[in-house]
């Protein structure tokens, strides 16, 4: 099975194709394409590549589902005995991605240790 880590919106996801997966607010509609070059590590099988600290020249291809919101997160302040006490919440915006293609650069192969 091949997947591969990558980042955007300065999180990190493990991806495989076929998978969907909710990044940071991307600046698409619907249906368009959406590539990822920061591409950290790719694994196909016995073959692992990783990057120093990107692989040059491999990117993840995905298609746009959806734009849509994450659940309400409520933060409440309270200090005991002051009077004081407010609620504050947002919801982040969001983009669900499938990823349709993965496709590996080259350099840095690690050796698989063989016991």
């Known amino acids: 099975m091949s997947y591969a880590i990558i980042k955007t919106g300065g999180r990190q996801y493990r991806v495989a194709e076929g998978d969907t997966i909710d990044v940071d607010l991307l600046d698409l509609e619907a249906g368009k394409t959406a590539t990822f070059g920061d ?3 790719h694994a196909d099988g016995d073959k692992l590549t990783h990057g120093d600290p990107l692989i040059s020249g491999a990117k993840v291809t995905a298609e ?3 734009q849509r919101k994450d659940k309400k997160v409520i933060a409440f302040k309270y200090r005991r ?3 004081y006490h407010r609620t504050v919440g947002h919801r982040r915006k969001l983009t669900r991605v499938k990823i349709k293609s993965i496709s590996a650069g080259s350099k840095k192969t690690a050796a698989k240790k063989e016991e």
């Open 81 to 83: 005995r002051k009077g």
């Open 64 to 66: 746009v589902v959806e």
């Open 39 to 41: 591409v950290l590590m």
